[in-house]
């Protein structure tokens, strides 16, 4: 069994965009500068975004983080976000869910300008995936991708299961998996709380992505031996072991499947950290114009 270790590649990828943050600034120009938006006081939201900032400030971008009142306005945050969209000094724009519940959050994703939308959550970027024309792509699935490839985790021909059709993950990797390229040419199965006989679906899988968000949902008599498992899900629960007193739960029961899989990523460290990596990429593409409509 080999583990898919995302902390490792997240900080290699995250040095190779440092490497370009200084010939940016060697050739005079601005560094990219990524602005996170967070409303409210949510526990989980509160360390994501605080390891995002971290995470640029290693690679040499600047970056804002915009604190709002959990009672702000759905119009205040808006009129926020319509002043840094036509702001040219800024390469990305994340607004970091979940949102209250008094703020509808299609209409707020929606109104981040979809050139700066690094989260790749609009629906113009989203209908790009769908098409299959570059632009900004989800960080989750693009992370899980980036370590199947620096992985050479064969792909070709394989059975993909993907549990979850959530639009940040699920449905996008789903696709992704499917492509006519490396990594891709995935035989997929999407499955949902409504799928029958989830066990016989997920025995079959030689590749299985667990984005469900239910604590060590799947065991080892749910998998063939060999398996390689992506596990997405996060899950935070009372700790008396830890500092801070959380700790983090995949979606998978990792020592009890462990033996049986030829790849896995762990919780923490999988595709947690790949997913902030693929944040910074986006925002250097940005910040290069790459995508712009
Ligand atoms: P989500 O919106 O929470 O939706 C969960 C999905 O799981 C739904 O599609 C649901 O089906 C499906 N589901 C629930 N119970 C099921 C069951 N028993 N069998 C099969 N499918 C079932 O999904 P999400 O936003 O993708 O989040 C999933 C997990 O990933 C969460 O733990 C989240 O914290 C984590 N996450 C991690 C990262 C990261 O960077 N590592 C990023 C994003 C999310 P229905 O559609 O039928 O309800």
Redesign the pocket.
Known sequence: MQILDGKKTSLQIQDEIRDEVIEIKASGSRPPHLVAILVGDNGASETYVRAKVKACKRVGFESTLIRLESNVSQCELIAIIEKINNDENHDGLIVQLPLPTHIDEKIVTSTINPNIDVDGFHESNLGKLMLNIPSFLP??PY?ILELLKRYKVETSGKHCVV????N???TPISLMMSRNKFPGNCTVTL?????KD?VQITRQADILIV????SE?INSDMIKSGVCIVD????RVKSNKTKNGWKLLG?VNYDNVKEKCSYITPVPG???P??IAMLLKNTLSSFRKDFLV
């Open positions: 960080a989750t992370g549990l979850g059709r959530s940040i993950v699920g499955t949902h709380s409504k799928t989830l984005a469900l968000g239910k949902f997405v899900g996060i899950t979606d999988g595709v947690g790949m997913t």
